[in-house]
C-alpha cells in the first residue's frame, strides 16, 4: 500500500510560481510510475503530467505543457509539480498519484493509489 501526501499549494497571482510535492511512503517509490491530476469545482478530475518510474520520460497535458515540470527524487521519495506562468484557469485541487505502469499512464483508471489533494487558487 502506497501512502502519498501533497504539499505546496496555496494563492498566487496570475503569472506566478508555486512548487507542488507529493511525498510518498510503503512500497518501493522508485518502482512505480507518478502523475498529478487536477479538479476544478464541477469538473471531472483531468491529467496534468506523469513521470516514468525511471525518471528518464516525462508527458504533459497540452494545457500546462512549456508552464509546467515534472521531477522526481527517488532518494527523497518525492515527486514535483513545477508550476510557471500560473493562470487563473489553472485553480482546482492538485492530486498526486502512483502506478505500477512501465511506460508513461495518463489515465485516472491507471493509478491505484492518490493522495489528499493541495488546493491551488491562481488569482486574476
Known amino acids: 500500500q502506497v501512502q502519498l501526501v501533497e504539499s505546496g499549494g496555496g494563492l498566487v497571482q496570475a503569472g506566478g510560481s508555486l512548487r507542488l510535492s507529493c511525498a510518498s511512503s510503503?512500497?518501493?517509490?522508485?518502482?512505480?510510475?507518478m502523475g498529478w491530476f487536477r479538479q476544478a469545482p464541477g469538473k471531472e478530475r483531468e491529467f496534468v503530467s506523469a513521470?516514468?518510474?525511471?525518471?528518464?520520460?516525462?508527458y504533459y497535458a497540452a494545457s500546462v505543457k512549456g508552464r509546467f515540470t515534472i521531477s522526481r527524487d527517488n532518494a527523497k521519495n518525492t515527486v514535483y509539480l513545477q508550476m510557471n506562468i500560473l493562470k487563473p484557469e489553472d485553480t482546482a485541487v492538485y492530486y498526486c498519484?502512483?502506478?505500477?505502469?512501465?511506460?508513461?499512464?495518463?489515465?485516472?483508471?491507471?493509478?491505484?493509489?492518490w493522495g489528499q489533494g493541495t488546493q491551488v487558487t491562481v488569482s486574476s
Open positions: 498519484a502512483s502506478s505500477n505502469w512501465l511506460t508513461i499512464p495518463t489515465e485516472v483508471a491507471d493509478f491505484s493509489s
Open positions: 510503503g512500497r518501493t517509490f522508485s518502482s512505480y510510475a
Open positions: 513521470i516514468k518510474w525511471t525518471g528518464t520520460s516525462t
